[in-house]
């Protein structure tokens, strides 16, 4: 940035990973940084390792107006307490927001990946323009947003938007939040990659060509060999994705008839693999839902990949226009 323009930062937490960004008042990202995080030490490091990747791009990148946070949960959006997240053991209670706005004197927010992402894609992505949002990131799990009239709906407590931990099946495998049959447990990518290596074991050769791409070892049969089987014309590989499209045309259609959105984006690494199944979803929708216009509603892929988080973070900060 140069010539006095201002932006807003936004940070994106991660068990492994802190990247940082600013953006402009249009979702530009216009510079950005990635640096690791020191998850398992005390909270001071953990703290510094955060301030060092912000401190590092505002030595190139000029002023900003506030700081947005990604930050893993469960957390207190409100507060900007990060209270017990699991990938990150040295956060607990951990004033995060208090602590950057005293270091910075700007406004500061906190957030999960999820609820960010779909204020971020409202914002400036693929929903700008509709009212009422369901944000869907489809990876090593699932986290969900809703979006409605603008603002992150947070509900009483701020745990609204679980929608990964929406269950499907009250008798299936107990997912890692302790329930059963979450979607999450059933469609997110390690599950796609335990369908694959129970199929592949079954049949090996007509599994090969999965086989062949996780260099003939079952157990390292992952969601992405599916993917790129898929891609090669695998029809054992396509079979895991339609039965995996199949559990998310369900869980849609529940979400469906839950908020009525006028829109749902869907991102991350799997979602990027079904792309090519969305129409199908969509055809798939009036089966499982009471809404006779379910199909209407548009099925898209997200506008921010990789850089979700650092888009969500600076969207946390955006609700209003930027001052000049």
């Given amino acids: 940035m140069t010539g006095g323009a201002k932006g807003v930062l936004g940070v994106d937490i991660g068990g492994t990973k802190i990247a940082v960004g600013i953006v ?38 000029g002023q900003i107006e506030g700081i947005g946070i990604c930050a893993p949960g469960p957390l207190d959006p409100t507060s900007g307490i990060v209270l017990n997240p699991p990938n990150l053991p040295c956060w607990r209670n951990f004033p995060l927001a208090e602590k950057v706005r005293a270091k910075y004197s700007v406004p500061v927010k906190v957030d999960n990946d999820a609820n960010a992402g779909a204020l971020a894609e409202t914002l ?18 699932i986290g969900t947003g809703i979006v409605f009239d603008g603002a992150i709906y947070h509900g009483k407590t701020g745990s609204a938007g679980e929608g990964g931990h929406v269950s499907i099946d009250y008798r299936g495998p107990v997912c890692g939040c302790g329930k059963r049959g979450c979607i999450e447990i059933l469609a997110a990518g390690p599950a796609i990659g335990a369908r694959a290596r129970a199929k592949v074991a079954a049949e090996p050769l007509r599994g090969k060509t ?3 791409l996780a260099i003939g070892d ?25 039965e995996t499209v199949h559990l998310l045309t369900i869980w849609l259609g ?33 089966d499982w839902c009471v809404n006779p216009r379910a199909a209407e509603i548009p099925l898209l892929m997200a506008h921010y990949g990789a850089d979700a988080g650092i888009a969500g973070g600076a969207a946390l900060c955006s609700t209003e226009p930027l001052k000049p």
């Fill in 24 to 61: 402009d008042r249009s979702g530009k990202i216009l510079a950005q940084e990635r640096t690791p995080m020191v998850a398992n030490g005390t909270p001071e490091a953990a703290f510094d390792a955060v301030i060092c990747a912000i401190d590092s791009l505002l030595s190139t990148s």
């Fill in 124 to 141: 400036w992505g693929a929903a700008h323009g509709f009212r009422y949002v369901f944000y869907a990131t489809i990876g090593t799990g």
């Fill in 210 to 212: 999965i086989l062949d």
């Fill in 218 to 242: 079952v157990s390292s049969i992952t969601s992405q060999h599916v993917g790129k089987a898929f891609d090669a014309g695998d029809s054992m590989a396509r079979e895991v994705l339609e």
């Fill in 254 to 286: 529940n979400i469906i008839d839950l908020l009525d959105p006028d829109v749902i984006v869907v991102g991350g690494g799997v979602a990027a693999m079904l792309r090519s199944f969305f129409e199908e979803i969509q055809r798939g929708l009036p």
